[in-house]
């Protein structure tokens, strides 16, 4: 049965970004050994279908324009712009309602899970339609005060796991419904 | 050589309180036992004086008319307004700078701590007078998503204990300079 879960980083004041899309605060981290149960690497390879926001799309290409695209996963990005697309991804631009595209997504990922990279309004509208099952939130070592928040909604969460990570600590979330 | 602290409860999504001031998505919780640790019965030993913000300390009164002040050791209130004492408290209302009371309170605390109850700007503006040296967050298992922020400011920190506590995640951190 395929779950959606929701893998990111954010401060402990809840943020996923600066409010310009700054990351600094976590890139300076130690994120200890990822491939470990609650690390990316182990994560990534329960992942049939990853979706992502526009402003998150255009955070990897404008910070890795000269690397491989990160996934062989088939992603969908939400965007009502033209965006350019990454060589040797598996793009679906898309503008369609959250649901039809979670449809899409579940029948691509077959068994697997999907992943919803962020941002956290994108999150917010696939809560909205019934698909999020985890949260698996890695939290860095910082306050910045202001920023793209983690999860725009109220959800109630059952905590499931809790370890560190390097500098992070990395709390995993069954959403209850 | 006392310490300031910050000892809080949050959401996860970083909220210490809805706008309204309210606490049920934190009041509803299992807090597991607070004698160990990381409770706040073995923190409260070890401090000798208090500040809180005005909103605090109503919060305080609106919910718990009937019952004693909790506290037994000095505390500071930071208001602009006129505000009722409760009966049986050791309060002092001040609108002074928080450097010129933080020593005060660190004279009446002597070796033990000062605990700084909140809100987020409050401490705030104790580590903009570099008064702080900890963080003792609980983290709720839930996202409201806009409320009271836990600390409107950049800081970096070091965490350096991690547990669970009921359905809460206890996280300790060190300010770092």
Same sequence: chains 1, 2.
Avoid: N
């Avoid at 609650?38 to 990534?44: P, Q, Y």
């Avoid at 062989?72 to 697309?85: E, M, N």
């Avoid at 059952?158 to 992070?168: A, V």
């Amino acid at each position: 049965m395929t779950r959606t879960r929701y893998f990111t980083a954010m401060t402990l004041d809840g943020f996923l970004a600066t409010e310009d899309h700054s990351l600094d605060w976590l890139l300076t981290r130690d994120a200890g050994d990822q491939s470990g149960p609650l690390g990316i690497d182990a994560f990534l390879t329960e992942i049939g279908a990853i979706a992502m926001g526009a402003s998150t799309y255009e955070w990897i290409l404008r910070h890795h324009p000269d690397d491989p695209w990160f996934y062989s996963q088939p992603c969908w990005v939400f965007t009502h712009r033209d965006l350019p697309a990454k060589e040797g991804a598996d793009l679906t631009f898309t503008q369609a309602p959250v649901d039809e595209v979670w449809q899409e997504m579940a029948a691509a990922a077959g068994e697997a899970d999907i992943w919803l990279v962020g941002g956290g309004d994108l999150v917010g509208q696939f809560h909205d339609a019934g698909h999020l099952d985890e949260l698996l939130v890695s939290i860095a070592p910082v306050t910045i005060g202001a920023g793209r928040p983690l999860l725009p909604r109220h959800v109630e969460l059952r905590l499931t796991e809790l370890d560190r990570l390097g500098e992070l600590a990395v709390a995993r979330y069954a959403v209850l419904r």
